[in-house]
């Protein structure tokens, strides 16, 4: 007999979504969006590899009037070339656009614009210097992030901030050497690094930086140390226990049950092991727990 299809279990709050989306960098994000937003910065979001929706969720939360969100994701999709299929086979075997889409939609009314295809295709589909904030987490192979760096180069305005992903993984070298040579050959100027992420511009980084440090410093759950490489100021934000920032829960969010109006987990131990008992042995135990005439209740089982 077929299994029977398993109800998917719809996200209550943000951290019910799978993927690799930890507290700094949840906490990072909403920062340089807020900061663009104070300053009035315009433009597009844009995503490249959505897995199931972690971070777009939060992306999506920053998309103002007039704005568009994009993501784009092979999801399941048969990828350009062999080994960035055989990537995909590997490691997102189970992603869908549908489960994407769930997500999504458990905090938000609408679907961003999704591209359903290689992130080689988004400079086809987003407009030249259109978007202020564009996030890389699509293939780790490095021609594929080669691409994808100067894709984000084209598309952002000129004060634009572009978050490369899995930059210093030991299982992601590709990402690592296209992240450096964009540094170091390409214009990319670094803002900060966290544990997984590195942020960039290839705008002036100086007026962030400042203003990054200045918030960071001052907070008890992160730690920040500044270094000098090959002229470029890099700032390192390390996390010690950071929660991640409030966050809106889902339309599906239901509030726990408190532990006071739980069974006892003794009764329905005792309850369930009366159930399996055989038939005989369980009713001379629920006769004995029956109350005596003029006795008191005994647990006792009686003599055969």
């Known amino acids: ?80 070339d062999g080994p960035n299929q055989a990537e995909a086979s590997k490691s997102y075997a189970s992603l869908t656009r549908q489960a994407f889409e769930r997500n999504y939609l458990s905090f938000h009314d609408t679907l961003p614009r999704v591209v359903q295809g290689p992130s080689s295709v988004i400079t086809a589909e987003v407009g030249t210097g259109t978007c202020r904030f564009v996030h890389i987490d699509a293939s780790h192979l490095y021609e594929h992030v080669y ?36 540094v170091l050959n390409r214009g990319l100027r670094p803002v900060c690094l966290s544990t997984q992420k590195l942020y960039g511009t290839w705008g002036e980084p100086a007026a962030v930086q400042e203003e990054l440090l200045a918030e960071f410093r001052a907070r008890e759950d992160c730690g920040v140390s500044v270094q000098e490489a090959a002229g470029h100021r890099l700032v390192r ?5 950071m929660r991640p920032p409030e966050f809106p829960r889902s339309r599906h969010y ?23 008992l055989p038939p005989i042995v369980t009713r001379a135990v629920r006769r004995a727990r029956q ?13 055969p």
């Open 237 to 241: 934000v390390r996390s010690h226990g």
């Open 254 to 276: 239901a509030e726990p049950v408190p532990a006071s109006a739980r069974p006892p987990l003794r009764s329905r131990s005792r309850r369930l092991a009366v159930e399996l």
């Open 1 to 80: 007999m077929a299994n029977a299809q398993q109800t998917p279990v719809l996200p209550g709050e943000l951290g019910d979504v799978p993927g690799w989306f930890p507290p700094l960098d949840q906490t990072l994000f909403t920062w340089f969006l807020h900061r663009q937003e104070a300053l009035g910065l315009r433009g597009d979001l844009l995503e490249l590899g959505a897995y199931l929706g972690k971070s777009a969720i939060l992306l999506g939360r920053h998309l103002r009037p007039d704005e568009t969100f994009t993501v784009c994701d092979l999801f399941e999709n048969d990828a350009p």
């Open 291 to 303: 109350p005596r005439p003029g006795g008191p209740r005994t647990r006792s089982f009686p003599r």
């Open 147 to 182: 691409d994808d760096i100067g894709a984000a180069r084209d598309l952002l305005v000129p004060d634009g901030i572009v978050v490369l992903d899995d930059f210093r993984s030991e299982h992601t070298p590709g990402v690592s050497v296209a992240a450096w040579e964009a």
